[in-house]
């Protein structure tokens, strides 16, 4: 039984209160991730599950037991941390076995997790190598099996990747992913890249200066986020947002539209309280532009940058109200020869939100 949960999670530094009552359920087996930008308290909120920051209120539990005043050492946890924290003097064998030999395990068994280990990662030709002489990926191997032989009941990671290159990264997070499935652990994952979370999570934490925002599986953050900063958060690249106005609006419909390009309108879906002149944000994913004329109505932006990356290219933008945007098209590679491009908007691909960031659709 491993299943974690935080109820009304407080932490205060003095006076400055950084995580504000977090509450968390997670399953046994599941793999969540923490995401948010810097300075959000996702870090913050991992230590406290640790047991190396205190709380200042409220509860975590772990595995059916209330763990806010049990060390570290007896919450059935293990956590890999981003600068891997290798002993240098010992060797790859050393360092998974050190933390049970200091604890006083059976020799015979020590050798056995080690073993069991090194053959998850593929690491058994290390064995005898010192973290110097290992790359940032075999490090990060080692600082995971260190983890391993301590078969926790839960597995906290915190920005593991941050330190590797982008091919290593993608690598490594596939060896994660294909550890957790194979292990079927519980595990706690920090990052601020949202295509890890993406890619890696059962169900994704967003946290904005120490509050959930919203909790869920990455594809319905995707699709239904609760409001301008989840939508903005997740995606890659990041959703487009642009100044609009209601126009007119009648039982079920409002005419919204772009602010500084009155010819530019479209009808949307909407059932909550708006009036006409009330400002609004549309939001667009890069992803959901249409050809033009395929849409309801149609958007022409001026281009300044287009980056080819083989069957996809990112055209950056300007509208005639000099909004920047993000628009992703299928290999369109003469998008860069170009001075205008016209796209579609589909009313059933935009986000409405209200001024407060609100999600109005």
């Given at each position: 039984m491993s299943e974690l949960s935080l109820k009304n999670v407080v932490k205060r530094f003095g006076a400055l209160e950084i995580v504000h009552g977090a509450n968390l359920e997670v399953k046994d087996g599941e793999f969540v991730v923490f995401v948010g930008p810097s300075g959000c308290g996702k870090s913050t909120l991992l230590r406290m599950i640790a047991g190396l920051e205190?709380?200042?209120?409220?509860?975590?539990?772990?595995?059916?037991?209330?763990?806010?005043?049990?060390?570290p050492a007896d919450r059935g946890i293990a956590m890999v941390f981003q600068s891997y924290a290798l002993y240098p003097h010992m060797t790859v064998e050393e360092n998974l076995s050190f933390g049970l030999r200091m604890n006083g395990n059976p020799k015979e068994d020590t050798e056995k997790r080690v073993k069991h280990a090194a053959n998850i990662l593929q690491i058994n030709e290390l064995m005898q190598r010192r973290p110097k002489q290992l790359s940032g990926g075999q490090r990060q191997r080692v600082a995971i099996g260190r983890a391993i032989v301590r078969e926790p009941q839960v597995f906290l990671f915190d920005e593991p990747l941050s330190n590797l290159d982008a091919e290593l990264r993608v690598q490594m997070r596939v060896e994660i992913s294909r550890l957790h499935k194979q292990l079927g652990t519980t595990m706690i994952y920090v990052t601020h890249d949202q295509t890890e979370a993406m890619t890696l999570a059962d169900k994704i934490v967003v946290l904005r200066a120490g509050n959930i925002e919203q909790i869920g599986a990455p594809l319905d953050l995707y699709d239904n986020p609760a409001n301008q900063f989840v939508a903005g958060f997740v995606g890659s690249p990041k959703m487009n947002f642009l100044k609009a106005e209601v126009v007119g609006k009648d039982a079920t419909t409002a005419t919204v539209a772009l602010t500084e390009d009155k010819a530019v309108r479209v009808q949307l879906p909407l059932t909550s309280n708006v009036e006409a002149g009330m400002p609004v944000t549309l939001g667009i994913r890069p992803e959901h532009f249409l050809d033009a004329g395929q849409g309801d109505t149609d958007l022409t932006v001026s281009i300044d940058v287009a980056e080819h990356l083989g069957n996809t290219s990112y055209i950056y933008a300007t509208t005639s109200g000099g909004e920047q945007l993000i628009i992703e098209?299928?290999?369109?590679?003469?998008?860069?020869?170009?001075?205008?491009?016209?796209?579609?908007?589909?009313?059933?691909r935009i986000f409405v939100f209200d001024s407060a960031g609100n999600r109005l659709r």
């Open positions: 205190d709380i200042s209120g409220g509860e975590i539990n772990i595995g059916g037991k209330v763990v806010n005043d049990v060390e098209r299928p290999e369109s590679r003469t998008a860069g020869n170009r001075d205008q491009l016209t796209v579609g908007l589909s009313a059933q």
